[in-house]
């Protein structure tokens, strides 16, 4: 006998002002952190319940993260989170080197103190986060340090860029903590950044972020298919 499925986790609940664009800003936050799962079906009037909405703004939402490529139709009648291909993932893995450390270098010329003291105190909650082993906040405050970070260089399309980016990745950062749990470099690549941006020095902002990306995606690549075939399967088998 299968184990009880667990309770779907309540989303916060949004108000009457702009559903739409609310709708989308709460699934997109639940793609990028993690808590929506690669090959997870997505019921429109179940989330709708759980934002506190109603359908259609709900479903206008998710209609435009499929058009972003962050979700994917089936048969024209329901949503599901796309399974990753290993090549898609090392697309992505390179678009967002390329993007955020654009941003970053940029962001080393514009950063404001208190932008930085930000900055540092969000790599601190994830630190935090990270020795409690509250990986679901540890997947928050990360993706809130990337964020801020594309956010400093003052250029909202490339900010725009980065969250479609980590939006058709973010489901995946769950393996980041499997099993094997967190491993903390040292130092942090956050850490350079950080140092790096109090320095004026966009170059070694850059790297950093770079490298952040590169070696923190690493663990990601044994659960990814090799092939799409794969990854319909996977799909499948996700399934309940």
């Given at each position: 006998?299968?184990?009880?499925?667990?309770?779907?986790?309540?989303?916060?609940?949004?108000?009457?002002?702009?559903?739409?664009?609310?709708?989308?800003?709460?699934?997109?936050?639940?793609?990028?952190?993690?808590?929506?799962?690669?090959?997870?079906?997505?019921?429109?009037?179940?989330?709708?319940?759980?934002?506190?909405?109603?359908?259609?703004?709900?479903?206008?939402?998710?209609?435009?993260?499929t058009a972003e490529g962050a979700l994917?139709?089936?048969?024209?009648?329901?949503?599901?989170?796309?399974?990753?291909?290993?090549?898609?993932?090392?697309?992505?893995?390179?678009?967002?080197?390329?993007?955020?450390?654009?941003?970053?270098?940029?962001?080393?010329?514009?950063?404001?103190?208190?932008?930085?003291?930000?900055?540092?105190?969000?790599?601190?909650?994830?630190?935090?986060?990270?020795?409690?082993?509250?990986?679901?906040?540890?997947?928050?405050?990360?993706?809130?340090?990337?964020?801020?970070?594309?956010?400093?260089?003052?250029?909202?399309?490339?900010?725009?860029?980065?969250?479609?980016?980590?939006?058709?990745?973010?489901?995946?950062?769950?393996y980041l903590f499997d099993s094997a749990?967190?491993?903390?470099?040292?130092?942090?690549?956050?850490?350079?950044?950080?140092?790096?941006?109090?320095?004026?020095?966009?170059?070694?902002?850059?790297?950093?972020?770079?490298?952040?990306?590169?070696?923190?995606?690493?663990?990601?690549?044994?659960?990814?298919?090799?092939?799409?075939?794969?990854?319909?399967?996977?799909?499948?088998?996700?399934?309940?």
């Amino acid at each position: 006998m299968s184990a009880a499925k667990p309770a779907p986790r309540a989303l916060d609940p949004i108000g009457r002002r702009n559903l739409g664009t609310l709708a989308y800003e709460k699934l997109r936050k639940a793609l990028t952190t993690g808590e929506l799962r690669p090959g997870e079906r997505l019921n429109g009037r179940d989330l709708a319940m759980r934002l506190g909405t109603s359908l259609t703004p709900v479903r206008e939402a998710l209609l435009q993260l499929t058009a972003e490529g962050a979700l994917e139709m089936q048969a024209g009648r329901y949503f599901t989170v796309p399974m990753l291909t290993r090549a898609a993932y090392l697309e992505l893995r390179e678009l967002r080197m390329a993007m955020e450390g654009m941003g970053a270098e940029r962001a080393a010329e514009r950063i404001t103190q208190s932008g930085l003291n930000r900055l540092a105190q969000v790599h601190e909650k994830l630190m935090q986060a990270k020795a409690k082993e509250d990986f679901t906040a540890a997947l928050r405050w990360n993706e809130e340090f990337h964020l801020l970070l594309a956010g400093a260089a003052g250029m909202p399309r490339l900010l725009k860029l980065v969250e479609g980016l980590w939006s058709q990745s973010g489901p995946f950062l769950n393996y980041l903590f499997d099993s094997a749990g967190a491993t903390v470099p040292d130092p942090h690549p956050h850490v350079l950044v950080l140092k790096a941006l109090r320095e004026r020095d966009g170059v070694a902002a850059a790297t950093a972020i770079r490298r952040d990306i590169l070696e923190g995606g690493a663990k990601l690549l044994p659960h990814l298919a090799e092939q799409p075939d794969e990854a319909q399967g996977a799909v499948g088998r996700s399934r309940p």
